[in-house]
């Protein structure tokens, strides 16, 4: 059996003025059958600054929403993937004193059983201009360090890297 992972995250990169609200949060490391992985591609020009991103696919809880349905319901939005939920790898708790949040990141571990349409929001679309990107892990490792070149690149590097380690070993191990 493996173990849950429990990371805690400060912001290093904006100063600390104030945290005014929490967010609960779902992600996944998403797998098919071949082992590639699946990732979204983000493009920012916001307050954050201009960056091209990769980041794990998965959004907000909303109200009255599980963690499991929350997560299906993300995947299915920004991949269009159907998933399998194998377990869960653990929690990341980070910060974005920028925007005055603390992030409460649940991250799983999802085998895709079929793809169909994204169902993207206009501001993913329009703002973020998501898309997937399908790479095998050591390209994902890659990626994860050539976008940490800004600040909120490495403060996503920090939070997905040991989690997409811990997942690889899993998979690997066949321990979940």
């Known amino acids: 059996m493996y173990n849950s992972v429990n990371i805690e995250l400060k912001d290093e990169e904006w100063e600390l003025d104030y945290i005014d609200h929490d967010r609960q949060i779902v992600r996944a490391i998403v797998i098919d059958d071949m082992n590639y992985f699946y990732f979204v591609r983000v493009q920012r020009d916001d307050d ?13 809880v909303e109200s009255g929403e599980s963690n499991d349905d929350a997560i299906k319901r993300e995947l299915k939005e920004e991949l269009g993937a159907d998933v399998e939920i ?18 409460i990141n649940n991250y799983y ?36 360090e050539q976008r940490s070149d800004t600040k909120l690149g490495r403060l996503i590097a920090r939070r997905e890297l040991p989690i997409l380690m811990h997942a690889e070993k899993i998979i690997e191990n066949n321990n979940c």
Not at 48 to 59: C, M, R, S
Not at 86 to 103: A, E, W
Not at 129 to 135: A, G, P, Q, V
Request: hydrophobic share 35%.
């Open 109 to 144: 571990l999802c085998k895709i059983k079929s793809f169909g349409n994204t169902n993207m929001t206009d501001e993913e679309v329009n703002y973020f201009h998501l898309s997937t990107l399908k790479m095998k892990y050591q390209d994902a490792i890659l990626e994860y």
């Open 86 to 103: 194998i377990c869960k790898l653990g929690t990341v708790s980070d910060y974005y004193n920028l925007i005055h949040r603390h992030n």
């Open 48 to 60: 954050f600054g201009k960056a091209t991103l990769i980041e794990t696919a998965g959004g907000g």
